[in-house]
């Protein structure tokens, strides 16, 4: 047998044995249960989702390294470019497998109301299909917002006290347990689950440090009445653009005063609390 093939049967059946585990786990009571859901948020739940979506590709440039051809010629990328190529083919060849099983083990809901039958209604089985995995093109984007969240923020907490946060609050998936979400529609639900919590998260740091650095309105209305749904401050105390470095210099005086506390956005909960104390005192 073919050592290209070799590798996509061998990745194709590693990731249905890694899902059957988790899919036992469940099975498995309160224990199961629980490392489920320590599997479902936070740091755990980055480790797993990384060893699905991008776990197939490191093994692929692994294997194709120590392929026997490679080195000995100019085509060296042309055989990791297969291997990546297999390992892409492999999770796609795992998703519909999973996905077909799934549904036939629950035949119930399977022939019920859903939502990709719903929407391939609406607007054709094609383009339905087609979108939706054109969207796993982003994978690799919010991957890297992900690794920026974890490895470029922290220190921006130590050396100017933005907040630091709870990221099991928003790294986080819960769909799986919603009832009706079989096949399809349960694995990318997921990964919506999973992309707006990243993404919801990304924003919040960024509003610290945009009004940590840069609190001035932009010259155009049309941006700054657009933005203004992910950056509240653009309209909750950021400088006029009309203004001066003056009034910037005074507005930070008034926001971050200190030692002490956590340099938040203005909107930011802390400094709601903070102002509550102070109102009841």
């Given at each position: 047998?073919?050592?290209?093939?070799?590798?996509?049967?061998?990745?194709?059946?590693?990731?249905?044995?890694?899902?059957?585990?988790?899919?036992?786990?469940?099975?498995?009571?309160?224990?199961?249960?629980?490392?489920?859901?320590?599997?479902?948020?936070?740091?755990?739940?980055?480790?797993?989702?990384?060893?699905?979506?991008?776990?197939?590709?490191?093994?692929?440039?692994?294997?194709?390294?120590?392929?026997?051809?490679?080195?000995?010629?100019?085509?060296?990328?042309?055989?990791?470019?297969?291997?990546?190529?297999?390992?892409i083919a492999a999770q796609?060849?795992?998703?519909?497998?999973?996905?077909?099983?799934?549904?036939?083990?629950?035949?119930?809901?399977?022939?019920?109301?859903?939502?990709?039958?719903?929407?391939?209604?609406?607007?054709?089985?094609?383009?339905?299909?087609?979108?939706?995995?054109?969207?796993?093109?982003?994978?690799?984007?919010?991957?890297?917002?992900?690794?920026?969240?974890?490895?470029?923020?922290?220190?921006?907490?130590?050396?100017?006290?933005?907040?630091?946060?709870?990221?099991?609050?928003?790294i986080n998936i819960s769909?799986?347990?919603?009832?009706?979400?079989?096949?399809?529609?349960?694995?990318?639900?997921?990964?919506?689950?999973?992309?707006?919590?990243?993404?919801?998260?990304?924003?919040?740091?960024?509003?610290?440090?945009?009004?940590?650095?840069?609190?001035?309105?932009?010259?155009?209305?049309?941006?700054?009445?657009?933005?203004?749904?992910?950056?509240?401050?653009?309209?909750?105390?950021?400088?006029?653009?009309?203004?001066?470095?003056?009034?910037?210099?005074?507005?930070?005086?008034?926001?971050?005063?200190?030692?002490?506390?956590?340099?938040?956005?203005?909107?930011?909960?802390?400094?709601?609390?903070?102002?509550?104390?102070?109102?009841?005192?």
């Amino acid at each position: 047998m073919h050592p290209l093939l070799i590798f996509f049967l061998t990745c194709v059946a590693a990731l249905i044995a890694s899902s059957l585990v988790f899919h036992a786990l469940a099975r498995l009571g309160k224990a199961g249960n629980a490392i489920c859901d320590a599997c479902a948020k936070g740091y755990l739940l980055d480790l797993v989702v990384f060893y699905f979506t991008h776990g197939a590709w490191i093994a692929a440039v692994i294997v194709a390294w120590r392929h026997p051809a490679y080195g000995k010629s100019t085509g060296d990328w042309l055989i990791v470019a297969a291997y990546l190529a297999a390992a892409i083919a492999a999770q796609a060849l795992t998703l519909v497998l999973w996905s077909w099983i799934h549904e036939a083990m629950n035949p119930g809901i399977r022939k019920g109301p859903r939502i990709v039958s719903t929407l391939n209604r609406r607007v054709g089985w094609f383009r339905n299909h087609a979108a939706v995995w054109w969207t796993a093109l982003a994978v690799p984007l919010f991957t890297m917002i992900r690794l920026g969240e974890i490895l470029l923020y922290p220190p921006l907490h130590w050396l100017v006290r933005l907040p630091k946060y709870n990221v099991n609050e928003w790294i986080n998936i819960s769909r799986h347990k919603f009832s009706g979400l079989v096949g399809y529609d349960l694995i990318w639900c997921l990964y919506c689950d999973w992309m707006t919590g990243v993404w919801s998260l990304g924003s919040e740091m960024l509003r610290n440090v945009e009004s940590f650095w840069c609190p001035i309105k932009y010259t155009s209305p049309e941006k700054c009445e657009k933005c203004c749904i992910d950056f509240p401050d653009i309209n909750g105390g950021w400088v006029d653009a009309r203004g001066n470095i003056a009034d910037v210099a005074a507005l930070l005086e008034k926001q971050y005063p200190g030692p002490g506390g956590e340099n938040g956005w203005f909107g930011h909960p802390s400094r709601v609390q903070l102002t509550i104390g102070k109102t009841d005192k």
